[in-house]
């Protein structure tokens, strides 16, 4: 499977008169993992939402291999920072987005067979999602956006609040999936899990993009003055 090619197309989005993100024009169609850097406030979790056509007030345009990325997102999967369960069993969780794609019972059940085990969480199908722990909801969030074989995966700090023990599964599935095909951006403030698992990484600071190297370029030698402050953990 190719990487898609994502195109911002001079995204700007402004509230109040005051602009919070942009204006950007990037286009980022590298297989393996990229990771959004920043200081808090920088505009990561903006890129990510207008990435998936989730921020209908911006202007500009992003597009997935041409196609308008709010026409497209049933190609993708997304993890909030947030991990909202439904009231419903884990299963009942993971196969929702299922239901949307029109598949022969038999593929769904292909689909979520293999899902709940990439997730560990065979064991745990018929339990009540909301009982399942932190670590363990996130992990049922991953399965569930990637439950349909998305051709990319979008995730919003996904090892906020998780324990080391859970972090660490989590890059391991991150991982396994971007070697599987899928393309994978993802949003981090943990310098060192950035150094873990990145094949690329844009940099934003105040809303705007930047930097945008490919890994080893970035840690070993940043090219701007913010880039620099901020792995040296004064921004």
Do not use: C
Request: hydrophobic letters at 45%.
């Amino acid at each position: 499977m190719s990487a898609p090619v994502i195109a911002f197309e001079n995204v700007m989005l402004a509230v109040g008169g005051q602009t919070l993100f942009g204006p950007v024009s990037a286009v980022v169609q590298s297989p393996g993992i990229t990771v959004i850097m920043g200081p808090n406030g920088a505009g990561k979790s903006l890129f990510l939402g207008a990435a998936h056509g989730l921020l209908p007030q911006m202007r500009g345009g992003v597009h997935w291999d041409g196609v308008a990325a709010s026409q497209s997102r049933a190609k993708r999967g997304f993890v909030f920072q947030t991990t909202p369960v439904m009231r419903r069993s884990v299963a009942g969780n993971i196969a929702f987005p299922l239901f949307a794609q029109n598949l022969p019972r038999a593929e769904r059940a292909r689909l979520l067979d293999r899902a709940l085990r990439a997730a560990r969480l065979h064991g745990d199908a018929g339990k009540p999602a909301a009982a399942l722990s932190g670590g363990e909801r996130k992990r049922l969030a991953l399965a569930r956006a990637t439950v349909t074989e998305p051709r990319a995966v979008l995730l919003d700090e996904p090892a906020a609040n998780l324990d080391p023990a859970s972090t660490l599964e989590l890059e391991q599935s991150l991982r396994r999936i971007s070697d599987e095909g899928t393309k994978v951006l993802l949003s981090t403030h943990d310098v060192a899990q950035a150094r873990r698992l990145a094949d690329d990484v844009l940099f934003f600071d105040h809303g705007q993009l930047v930097e945008q190297a490919d890994a080893d370029t970035f840690f070993e030698h940043p090219a701007t003055p913010a880039a620099e402050r901020y792995l040296r953990g004064e921004l």
